[in-house]
């Protein structure tokens, strides 16, 4: 069957059974983390029987089963720099490099509460030369995140946040959901956010 403009599907007069369903997505959209909050209001997809499928539920004889719902959406993108500030002046200069091997965590607000999504290791950037301690987040939901980064204990320390007039230079580890970790952010459906560095 084909959803209504509203979303909503039914499938009448079935026999009694076990079943599952397989729900194909729109063109730029991806599944939402399956049961996540309220089951009857939670996405059901799984890929248990496959992509895009609900694991196996049972209708019994007379039974309206309206909670196997499906959650999809647009993927967002979070990505950006670590830098090591060897000029200690809080800004990223032309020469300065980036630092490889560094975890960055991915946080999100996740009804009221802030949880881990994702950690990215830092590298070389893909298609370029030597553009090191790049971090890529490529496909989260839309919502409210911060970055976190697990510093290792080699006498790091991070560098002052919002120096200069350039935010494309400066570091945005402002330890305000704790220490080394960004402000909070919003992505919206479809949004690459590029802006995001620590030095």
């Known amino acids: 069957t084909t959803t209504n403009a509203n979303g909503a599907y039914e499938f009448e007069n079935i026999v009694a059974g076990n079943y599952f369903l397989r729900v194909m997505t729109p063109t730029n959209y991806v599944y939402s983390p399956a049961h996540v909050g309220d089951p009857l209001t ?4 799984t890929g248990t029987m496959g992509a895009g499928t609900t694991g196996f539920f049972q209708v019994v004889p007379g039974e309206d089963r309206m909670d ?13 720099y670590l830098w090591y500030d060897y000029l ?6 032309n020469f300065e490099n980036g630092m ?21 290791t830092t590298g070389r950037q893909p298609g370029t030369a030597s553009e090191d301690g790049y971090f890529n987040f490529p496909c989260v939901p839309p919502g409210e995140y911060y970055l976190r980064v697990d510093l290792p204990l080699i006498g790091l320390v991070r560098v002052r946040p919002n120096i200069g007039n350039d935010p494309t230079r400066d570091s945005d580890l402002t330890n305000a959901n704790g220490p080394m970790t960004t402000n909070t952010f ?8 590029s802006d995001l560095a620590g030095g």
């Open 68 to 80: 196997i719902d499906a959650g999809m959406y647009i993927c967002s993108r979070v990505s950006g």
């Open 186 to 193: 919003n992505l919206s459906p479809g949004q690459h956010k």
């Open 42 to 45: 939670d996405s059901d997809i």
């Open 100 to 120: 490889n091997g560094l975890f960055v965590e991915l946080w999100r607000n996740v009804n009221g509460t802030f949880e881990k999504v994702a950690q990215a």
């Open 88 to 93: 200690m002046n809080d800004r990223k200069d």
